[in-house]
Every structure is written in structure tokens, then in C-alpha cells.
């Protein structure tokens, strides 16, 4: 697998080795040891998610201030635009974020440790997003920053079309008044 940092450098974009023909393709999609050699420390994950959604619904900034989550993400039918948002204040890239396609044709993943909010809108109809979990789903302590904050200016692309969102995520907090991560 091939391992490239981005601008954050604790999000790293994960991509594994591809072995086709035309009868298809093969890959490994995990591989615990060879993960945590590429993070450089050991990660447990707890829980697997899979969702299927619709061109333009946007998801996000979520994240968990107890029970933080760090997420393994990748798309295995369509595409996503995927956001991280380091929101660890004592982080020097504090505030700034990444941003990727992930789709079924460049099978791509996105390490995104704990300490950063997630968020991704749909390319594509019919998109299937899974994504690891460190920690289990606790909605007591789930948080979610408004997707369109100013401040943190995020460049969703144009799709042609409003995002689709969850009242959950129409009521979603700006950046300057989240809880974050010391």
C-alpha cells in the first residue's frame, strides 16, 4: 500500500496495491499490521459503518468531544468529496483542513485520527461509504460544525445543485463557538 501525507500531516491518504485483469481486480482493504507500520502506532477499531446516499446529501462536520473517533474511510460505489478539520487547538495546524475525492475507481482511504471533525458530499447516485471506527457511536457526545462555516472556508465543489442535509446537520454549530479538542 502507498501511504502520502497531506497538508495536515496526521491525515494521510491510504492507497492499497490494485491487482487486475480482465477478469476483475483483487486488493486488500485492510491489513492491521500493515496499517499501523504506516501510521506508526497501534489502532484498534470497534465498529464498521456502511451508507448508501444520494447525489448532493452532505454529511458533516461531525465528530465525538468523549469518544473520540478516529475513522479509516473509503467509498466502494460512486464518489465523495471527504473533509477533515483539525479542531485539536493545540495543534498547529488548528482550524485548516483537507479535502479529497474518494471513489470506487481510485479506491483510496483516508486516515483521519481522532481530534478532527468529518464531513463528505456525494458525487455520485447510489454512493457507498465505509468507514473504521475507534470508538463506538455515543450520540450523547456527538458535535457537528456547520458545514458552510466562513471561517474555516471550506471548497466543496459545485454539483449543480443545493446539499441535501439532515436537521441535524442544518443546525450544525460555526467553528468559532464548537467544543473542541484541547
Known amino acids: 500500500m502507498k501511504v502520502t501525507p ?4 496526521d491525515v494521510l491518504v491510504i492507497e492499497p496495491k490494485v491487482f487486475g485483469d480482465d477478469r476483475g481486480f483483487f486488493y486488500e482493504s485492510f491489513n492491521q499490521k500493515a496499517f499501523d507500520d504506516a501510521i506508526g502506532s497501534h489502532v484498534e477499531f470497534v465498529q464498521d459503518n456502511h451508507s448508501r446516499s444520494a447525489r448532493g446529501v452532505l454529511r458533516g462536520l461531525h465528530y465525538q468531544i468523549l469518544q473520540s473517533q478516529g475513522k479509516l474511510v473509503r467509498v466502494v460505489r460512486g464518489s465523495v468529496y471527504d473533509v477533515a478539520v483539525d479542531i485539536r487547538r493545540a495543534s498547529p495546524t488548528f482550524g485548516h ?3 479529497l475525492e474518494l471513489s470506487e475507481i481510485n479506491r483510496k482511504q483516508l486516515w483521519i485520527p481522532a481530534g478532527f471533525a468529518h464531513g463528505f458530499l456525494v458525487l455520485s447516485d447510489g ?3 465505509l468507514y473504521k471506527t475507534t470508538d463506538y457511536y455515543a450520540p450523547a457526545h456527538e458535535k ?3 458545514w458552510n462555516d466562513e471561517q474555516l472556508g471550506i471548497t466543496w465543489p459545485d454539483i449543480g445543485i443545493a ?3 439532515s436537521q ?3 443546525l450544525g454549530m460555526p467553528f468559532q463557538s464548537a ?3 484541547d
Open 179 to 181: 467544543i473542541v479538542f
Open 97 to 99: 483542513w483537507v479535502g
Open 168 to 170: 441535524k446537520d442544518c
Open 163 to 165: 446539499p441535501l442535509l
Open 127 to 129: 454512493t457507498e461509504f
Open 6 to 9: 497531506t497538508e495536515i500531516p
Open 144 to 146: 457537528c460544525i456547520a
